[in-house]
Structure formats: C-alpha cells, structure tokens
T-cell receptor, first 113, second 111 residues
Framework: DGGITQSPKYLFRKEGQNVTLSCEQNLNHDAMYWYRQDPGQGLRLIYYSQIVNDFQKGDIAEGYSVSREKKESFPLTVTSAQKNPTAFYLC????????????FGSGTQLSVL | QKEVEQDPGPLSVPEGAIVSLNCTYS??????FMWYRQYSRKGPELLMYTYSSGNKEDGRFTAQVDKSSKYISLFIRDSQPSDSATYLCAPNQGSNYKLTFGKGTLLTVNP
C-alpha cells in the first residue's frame, strides 16, 4: 500500500537533547512537508522540500532542522534550541507542491520529560 | 485580520442532523479550496477539493465556495457518529507550497 509512514508514534525528549522524527513515503511524491499541531493552534508549517537536496523554511523553523537526501525520506530533528517542543508533528507529501493535495502521515506526539 | 478564520466549536449534533461548517478568508488570490477531516490523534485526510466558486457534492458531503464574500462551507447530510472529527478548511493560491489551514472545527455526532 502506498502512503506515508511516520515513526515513532510517541517520543519523549529530555532537557538539552536533540531528537529525530522519521518520515518515509512511497508515493513517489516530489514535495514533502513538516507541520506542527498544537491544541487550538491549527497546523503550522515548519519546513518543506520541493525536491531532493533542497528545502525551505516555513513559518516556525527556529529550533528545527531537516534533510532531504532521498526522495522517499524527510527526517525532522527537534534541537535543544526549541524550547517548547511538546506538540503533535505531522509529515505530508504532495505530487508537485503548488496547491496540490497533501497526503499526511499518522503523526508523532513529542513530549518533554 | 487573520488569513483564514474558522469557528473552533465544539459542535455537537444528533445523528441524522445536517451539519454546516464554515470558514472565512481574506486573501482574494485563493482559488483552490480543500476540506480535511482529522480523527483524534491521526493525520488529516483530504475530504473535498474544489476550484473557484460553486458547489461540489460527494455522497453526503457538499462543499460550497463563495469567492465574492470569501466564504467557504462544508455541509454534511444525514450525519453519522463516524463523522465525529475535526474538520480543517484549507484555501490555497495554487502558486506556492505554503498551504494555509484554518484552526479546525471539532464535530461530535451523538447516536
């Protein structure tokens, strides 16, 4: 089955620790995205990538980093610089990106210990 | 003025009711209009996709766009408990990669 796989489903971060969230897609989509969802805040764009080896900051990129070394993979690292990391993180992909329909993974809940 | 405004609810209706969910937006360049459904602790899934003004129907769901008043609606007929979810509107220009989402309306359909 084609789709987007996010792992882990739940993740805990200790103070000062970097953690990496995995996102893999087998839809052969060019564009991939990371969103953060907080209660009452809706979806906010962290980073997006149009093609391999290229990515752009979204609206709330501070404290996060990404890489896009393969078309299928777009991991997100939450660094220690992100002081309020507790949130539900969603990865998505689209065929081309410009106004295209987004397909989402099932999300990762990140909490701080 | 926020780019997209959506009443967060919560909205609670009895099974079989007609549900109306709404969004307003401020950017007149928006021309693609999407509705996503998100079950609790899951990723959103695309429910309806429309272009420009007018209506689009898919089973019990109807999406309506009025570009003159910058108002978009999603109607659910004969609502079912399985429709209980958060509904996110997402108007889009179609010219960039930054999709704008409303904050979502939480709907509960009671059996």
């Amino acid at each position: 089955d084609g789709g987007i796989t996010q792992s882990p489903k739940y993740l805990f971060r200790k103070e000062g620790q970097n953690v990496t969230l995995s996102c893999e897609q087998n839809l052969n989509h060019d564009a991939m995205y990371w969103y953060r969802q907080d209660p009452g805040q809706g979806l906010r764009l962290i980073y997006y990538s149009q093609i391999v080896n290229d990515f752009q900051k979204g609206d709330i990129a501070e404290g996060y980093s990404v890489s896009r070394e393969k078309k299928e993979s777009f991991p997100l690292t939450v660094t220690s610089a992100q002081k309020n990391p507790t949130a539900f993180y969603l990865c998505a992909s689209s065929i081309g990106g410009r106004g295209e329909k987004l397909f989402f993974g099932s999300g990762t809940q990140l909490s701080v210990l | 003025q926020k780019e997209v405004e959506q009443d967060p609810g919560p909205l609670s209706v009895p099974e079989g009711a007609i549900v109306s969910l709404n969004c307003t937006y401020s950017n007149s360049a928006f021309q693609y209009f999407m509705w996503y459904r998100q079950y609790s602790r899951k990723g959103p899934e695309l429910l309806m996709y429309t272009y420009s003004s007018g209506n689009k129907e898919d089973g019990r769901f109807t999406a309506q766009v009025d570009k003159s008043s910058k108002y978009i609606s999603l109607f659910i007929r004969d609502s079912q408990p399985s429709d209980s979810a958060t509904y996110l509107c997402a108007p889009n220009q179609g010219s960039n990669y930054k999709l704008t989402f409303g904050k979502g309306t939480l709907l509960t359909v009671n059996p």
